[in-house]
């Protein structure tokens, strides 16, 4: 037993070796980031959105799009009204007739079946095809309806896409940080992503984090359709992405927002559809990207991230430890000490949490210096409540890891996210 005890402890210090790249792709990122040359070619881009009852904010992001500085001409918006039972086909086309704009192209879906992100963009897709040829268009925007973009966005995006880069994902930013703990938990997971990974590994030529939205990549990645309908699609496709070989960049500049959740209720079941999500990649993915790095080619630097993307950390965790837990409470019982070894185990299971709850505030003071330092975040709000938020986001990661542990044994339906944030860019820049 004790020698089983001793093996969980050297996995541990296995995975931490395994892993330990991740940091200094985090050092690489925190002293520099990449950077794109401006480019006078402007390349024609489809933006599709899968919109389900989102008539408050959806009309923001369509105004966004058609103030950016790039060429209309150049962009035309796709629009899936998807299950919707509320007014978000007629915003959509009130706007149209109010405005005589000729980019913004609205299909209306209903499939109560088929009720995820991932499904309403395959049929749109599918529509695009259909009507106008996929090749019609060089790259693919995705982009969630209650979100808003800075007027130079698909500018900044062009220069990346540009380059030659065929993936490319951008700076999340958040609508709604300081509305409580629990959207500012949120934002700065996003930033945190963008910070500790995105920014390092687009420089050491690593596939970066798509992050459900705000992302383009090339037509050539969805000539036979988009297949990615599970609960995460996101990471679906950036799995299916780097097996093929693609490397995703991030292009800093390319600011767009987001409206993040707020109530503990949404918060809750939106992690464990993430928590799912994640465990159905896992099972889908992972033998991939095994298969891939068996190769030993030149894409082997790719599936192995993405390989430790997918892997379930919380679980493995989880079982390693009630195993611990189980072969110390066995040896106390043989030396006739169960309660000396229960006491030991709920010491060290509390030493452990608060080990845990320092490292990931350590995580948030950075994310939330580095953001001050790019906008005035520390100005416009009280530092008192940002210090109670921040002794707040561990609670937040503590119910990312037990979401993954209670989705191995529930089954989890797509529910909507409601958004009722009605912010422009120009109430934004002011909040």
């Given at each position: 037993?004790?020698?089983?005890?001793?093996?969980?402890?050297?996995?541990?210090?296995?995975?931490?070796?395994?892993?330990?790249?991740?940091?200094?792709?985090?050092?690489?990122?925190?002293?520099?980031?990449?950077?794109?040359?401006?480019?006078?070619?402007?390349?024609?881009?489809?933006?599709?959105?899968?919109?389900?009852?989102?008539?408050?904010?959806?009309?923001?992001?369509?105004?966004?799009?058609?103030?950016?500085?790039?060429?209309?001409?150049?962009?035309?918006?796709?629009?899936?009204?998807?299950?919707?039972?509320?007014?978000?086909?007629?915003?959509?086309?009130?706007?149209?007739?109010?405005?005589?704009?000729?980019?913004?192209?609205?299909?209306?879906?209903?499939?109560?079946?088929?009720?995820?992100?991932?499904?309403?963009?395959?049929?749109?897709?599918?529509?695009?095809?259909?009507?106008?040829?996929?090749?019609?268009?060089?790259?693919?925007?995705?982009?969630?309806?209650?979100?808003?973009?800075?007027?130079?966005?698909?500018?900044?995006?062009?220069?990346?896409?540009?380059?030659?880069?065929?993936?490319?994902?951008?700076?999340?930013?958040?609508?709604?940080?300081?509305?409580?703990?629990?959207?500012?938990?949120?934002?700065?997971?996003?930033?945190?992503?963008?910070?500790?990974?995105?920014?390092?590994?687009?420089?050491?030529?690593l596939a970066c984090r798509i992050q459900g939205t705000g992302f383009l990549f090339a037509n050539e990645l969805v000539k036979d359709g988009w297949k990615y309908t599970s609960l995460t699609e996101d990471r679906a496709f950036c799995t299916d992405a780097v097996v093929q070989g693609y490397r995703i960049s991030y292009c800093e500049d390319a600011v767009f927002y987001d409206e993040q959740p707020y109530k503990l209720k949404?918060?809750?079941?939106?992690?464990?559809?993430?928590?799912?999500?994640?465990?159905?990649?896992?099972?889908?993915?992972?033998?991939?990207?095994?298969?891939?790095?068996?190769?030993?080619?030149?894409?082997?630097?790719?599936?192995?991230?993405?390989?430790?993307?997918?892997?379930?950390?919380?679980?493995?965790?989880?079982?390693?430890?009630?195993?611990?837990?189980?072969?110390?409470?066995?040896?106390?019982?043989?030396?006739?000490?169960?309660?000396?070894?229960?006491?030991?185990?709920?010491?060290?299971?509390?030493?452990?949490?608060?080990?845990?709850?320092?490292?990931?505030?350590?995580?948030?003071?950075?994310?939330?210096?580095?953001?001050?330092?790019?906008?005035?975040?520390?100005?416009?709000?009280?530092?008192?409540?940002?210090?109670?938020?921040?002794?707040?986001?561990?609670?937040?990661?503590?119910?990312?890891?037990?979401?993954?542990?209670?989705?191995?044994?529930?089954?989890?339906?797509?529910?909507?996210?409601?958004?009722?944030?009605?912010?422009?860019?120009?109430?934004?820049?002011?909040?």
């Amino acid at each position: 037993m004790r020698v089983l005890i001793s093996i969980c402890a050297t996995i541990g210090t296995i995975l931490t070796i395994l892993t330990f790249y991740k940091k200094i792709v985090h050092l690489v990122g925190l002293f520099s980031r990449k950077k794109f040359q401006p480019t006078n070619t402007k390349h024609k881009y489809a933006i599709c959105v899968a919109a389900r009852n989102e008539e408050k904010v959806i009309r923001n992001l369509i105004e966004s799009i058609h103030n950016q500085d790039y060429d209309q001409n150049k962009i035309t918006l796709f629009i899936i009204a998807n299950n919707c039972t509320d007014k978000t086909v007629d915003v959509v086309k009130d706007y149209i007739n109010e405005t005589q704009c000729n980019n913004v192209k609205l299909y209306v879906r209903d499939c109560p079946e088929e009720r995820t992100k991932g499904f309403a963009l395959k049929y749109l897709f599918e529509q695009i095809k259909k009507d106008y040829g996929i090749e019609s268009f060089e790259g693919y925007f995705i982009f969630d309806a209650d979100n808003i973009l800075n007027p130079n966005y698909i500018t900044k995006m062009n220069e990346a896409f540009d380059a030659g880069n065929k993936i490319v994902t951008s700076f999340r930013n958040s609508k709604n940080t300081m509305q409580n703990w629990i959207s500012y938990s949120y934002a700065m997971h996003w930033l945190r992503t963008c910070l500790k990974e995105n920014r390092g590994k687009s420089i050491v030529n690593l596939a970066c984090r798509i992050q459900g939205t705000g992302f383009l990549f090339a037509n050539e990645l969805v000539k036979d359709g988009w297949k990615y309908t599970s609960l995460t699609e996101d990471r679906a496709f950036c799995t299916d992405a780097v097996v093929q070989g693609y490397r995703i960049s991030y292009c800093e500049d390319a600011v767009f927002y987001d409206e993040q959740p707020y109530k503990l209720k949404i918060a809750l079941r939106q992690r464990l559809r993430w928590a799912k999500g994640h465990l159905q990649s896992t099972v889908e993915n992972e033998p991939k990207l095994i298969k891939n790095m068996l190769k030993f080619n030149k894409n082997f630097a790719i599936s192995y991230d993405c390989f430790w993307l997918n892997f379930p950390y919380s679980i493995e965790s989880f079982f390693r430890k009630i195993l611990v837990y189980i072969l110390k409470i066995c040896l106390g019982i043989i030396a006739c000490n169960v309660l000396g070894v229960i006491w030991g185990i709920v010491v060290s299971y509390a030493i452990g949490l608060l080990k845990n709850w320092g490292k990931k505030m350590i995580d948030v003071v950075e994310v939330a210096i580095w953001y001050g330092k790019k906008t005035n975040f520390f100005k416009n709000n009280n530092f008192f409540k940002i210090l109670f938020y921040t002794l707040m986001f561990p609670f937040f990661d503590i119910i990312g890891k037990w979401s993954m542990i209670i989705a191995m044994f529930v089954k989890v339906e797509w529910k909507p996210i409601p958004h009722d944030r009605v912010m422009d860019v120009k109430k934004l820049n002011k909040n």
